[in-house]
């Protein structure tokens, strides 16, 4: 009960919850400790946890992951080197993963299954993750799925654990990244908010739902030889997102499938 209350909430909102519920007296300290002396058993008895045949087989079964900062305590960050100037770090990285099903109805767009959407999250390095990603999505029936799915942003680090834990997956780069990065294109190249550039981010898009992710490229790179040498520095750096992951961008072909 304790560590059940201590995953929920803040160890003092815990507390008090177990008091109100089961009048049980404990203090936040005292369900910490508990969940640190659990934790580490819980956690290995997971991942030893073997893929049963009774995994459902699927049409299709997505994977996608992605890693964001944390706050630490300064005693977590030992060693963890930063990317700012003075190479102090504030944050860790916790890496999640996310594995779900969506199935088409006719006439309408895929819909995910939101009660059969699972995740996994952990503190630790992408060599250890993408094992832990991969037993995951073998649980919910990667052996059997007929396509796999792995859909991410354009870190290298994912890209090398689709190559290494996924390598019949299909690749997609989420659109929504693919966006961002034009949008920060057509802002270099006719300024923010610009009626032209509205324009362009228009047209573009609709390129790049044609599978003409190529030709934006170029047409980008046309276009960007008037700016100054450290805009064009910028802007290539912001193309070279799309350069890199050209062959993940045909969203026609995607749709159509």
Not at 115 to 122: E, H, K, M, P, Q
Not at 164 to 169: N, P, S, V
Not at 185 to 190: H, P, Q
Request: with cysteine; proline share 2%; net charge neutral.
């Amino acid at each position: 009960m304790m560590c059940r209350a201590g995953a929920r909430d803040t160890y003092e909102e815990s507390s008090a919850d177990l008091l109100a519920y089961a009048g049980l007296a404990l203090s936040a300290q005292e369900i910490n400790r508990m969940v640190q002396r659990i934790g580490p058993g819980m956690r290995a008895e997971m991942e030893a946890q073997q893929t049963t045949d009774r995994a459902e087989a699927v049409p299709r079964l997505y994977v996608s992951c992605d890693g964001t900062g944390v706050p630490m305590r300064r005693s977590e960050l030992v060693e963890i080197k930063s990317k700012g100037d003075d190479g102090k770090a504030k944050t860790r990285e916790v890496k999640v993963g996310c594995v779900f099903t969506q199935h088409p109805v006719e006439g309408e767009e895929p819909f995910r299954y939101t009660g059969l959407t699972s995740y996994i999250a952990t503190l630790r390095r992408c060599h250890s993750f993408g094992p832990l990603l991969r037993k995951e999505a073998c649980r919910r029936g990667m052996g059997r799925a007929k396509e796999i799915i792995f859909i991410a942003d354009g870190a290298a680090w994912i890209w090398e654990i689709v190559r290494t834990c996924f390598f019949r997956a299909i690749e997609i780069l989420d659109y929504y990244h693919a966006h961002e990065y034009l949008v920060e294109i057509v802002d270099l190249l006719y300024g923010k908010n610009s009626q032209l550039g509205k324009g362009q981010i228009e047209k573009w898009k609709d390129m790049l739902f044609e599978d003409r992710v190529l030709e934006v490229i170029a047409a980008a790179r046309a276009l960007g030889k008037n700016l100054s040498a450290d805009q064009q520095e910028i802007l290539d750096a912001k193309i070279n997102y799309f350069q890199n992951n050209h062959t993940r961008m045909l969203y026609g072909t995607y749709r159509s499938l």
